[in-house]
Nanobody, 119 residues
């Protein structure tokens, strides 16, 4: 199984930007789909974005046009560039790597990284 570690979170003002990183171990990472989820207390986790091994991307409507997912397989890393951040983007963000989108729900992410959008 691929192990992942998230980083890059922090406190940012509304309208600001952050770039999250998902660093993975394992040579098979490049063949995996990677998804970014977010979760706030008392709510179900929300799938924010995914990227396939071939670079096909998908976004939740709530972040479309503001967030961009990308991957660098040479570095075993997936990024989530978050622009025009809103207070409702506040959450713990974590990434999951899985063989396919259909199986992603069965895999755990890392410990996550906190994103707080507040003035």
């Amino acid at each position: 199984q691929v192990q992942v570690v998230e980083s890059g979170g922090g406190l940012v003002q509304p309208g600001g930007s952050l770039r999250l990183s998902c660093a993975a171990s394992g040579s098979i990472f490049s063949t995996y789909v990677v998804g970014w989820y977010r979760q706030t207390p008392g709510k179900q986790r929300e799938l924010v974005s995914t990227i396939t091994s071939g670079g096909v991307t998908n976004y939740a409507d709530s972040v479309k046009g503001r967030f961009t997912i990308s991957r660098d397989n040479a570095k075993n890393t997936v990024y989530l560039q978050m622009n025009s951040l809103k207070p409702e983007d506040t959450a713990v963000y974590y990434c999951v790597a899985a063989p396919s989108i259909a199986t992603m729900r069965y895999y755990d992410g890392g410990q996550g990284t906190q994103v707080t959008v507040s003035s």
